[in-house]
């Protein structure tokens, strides 16, 4: 946010939509929110945008991180427990005016949520991966089981099918992309695996080290596996007890986390080992 971009605090109350009941903003019926509009100027990873709901609207925006920032705002109104500071470009202005008039057309549809392949299609410089787990969902690793039995890691054949064409897409536009895996000692079986098959990574693209975990210890590393886009948005990846993916990802464009996120990459990726060099155990 800089100095000359507005940053307002509002609760905008639709007085043209007649109100039959008093709402509670926390607990909605889906079918009473309507999508108007996004920024249309935004890009495919992250999108201000609003919706309109019987007795008023809601607004997605950047939410205001700076204590100096929400000091300035409360001078004018106060700011409750439950409430939140969000700044969004004036692009958006257009769709919080036609909210506000009840002038929109029914049944608008959003692009979606952003999924794995718009986020890297939007990138221009950089992603990364952190890896911090000793294992992952075996039914998501083609040939896994075969490996398994035949005991072979010489040669694994894996493909790494839409994965790779987008890796490549994103490396012959100049995208830096990097993985470091943070990994136990003894490896486990599925690090065995992943380590077989690293070459398929590597031939479309992608640079990855390794980190022994001990060699890590005194790293401030995520708590959790993400990726990093341009030093930007966080995908998140929550897997379960059990190793398996629930598939379920959460986003994040807070800079500050990004900024540490990225710090502690670079950290990481400095201190391991590249792929070509690296010894199994």
Partial sequence: MTATEPRVRFLVEAPLRERTHAMDQNH???SEVDFV??????????????????????????????????????????????????????????????????????????????????LAAAAERSVIRFECRDAYDVTEAARFEEWRESGDIAVVDHDLEEFG????EATRRGVRWRRVRIISR????????????????????????????????????????????????????????DDSNPRVYSFNSDPRVARDIAGSFETAWNRATPHAEFKPE
């Avoid at 427990?81 to 057309?105: G, H, N, S």
């Avoid at 064409?165 to 490549?168: A, E, K, L, P, S």
């Avoid at 479309?204 to 022994?212: H, K, M, N, P, Q």
């Avoid at 401030?220 to 007890?241: E, K, M, S, T």
Wanted: aromatic content about 10%; proline content about 7%; some cysteine.
């Fill in 186 to 241: 003894p490896m486990s079986e599925y690090m065995k695996w992943e380590h077989a098959v690293t070459h398929a990574n590597i031939a479309v693209g992608e640079d990855i080290r390794w980190l022994w975990r001990d060699q890590a210890a005194d790293l401030l590393v995520p708590a959790a596996d993400c990726w990093v886009f341009d030093d930007r948005v966080i995908r998140w990846n929550f897997q379960r007890g």
């Fill in 37 to 118: 509009g996004g920024d249309p100027d935004s890009d495919k990873a992250e999108c201000p945008a609003v919706w309109r709901t019987p007795g008023g609207l809601y607004v997605r925006g950047k939410a205001v991180a700076d204590p100096g920032t929400t000091q300035r705002l409360s001078e004018d109104v106060g700011k409750g427990e439950d409430e939140t500071d969000v700044w969004v470009p004036d692009r958006l202005f257009p769709a919080i005016r036609e909210a506000i008039d009840d002038e929109y057309e029914q049944g608008r549809e959003g692009a979606g949520p952003h999924d794995f392949a718009a």
């Fill in 28 to 30: 909605i019926d889906p």
């Fill in 165 to 168: 064409d987008i890796v490549r």
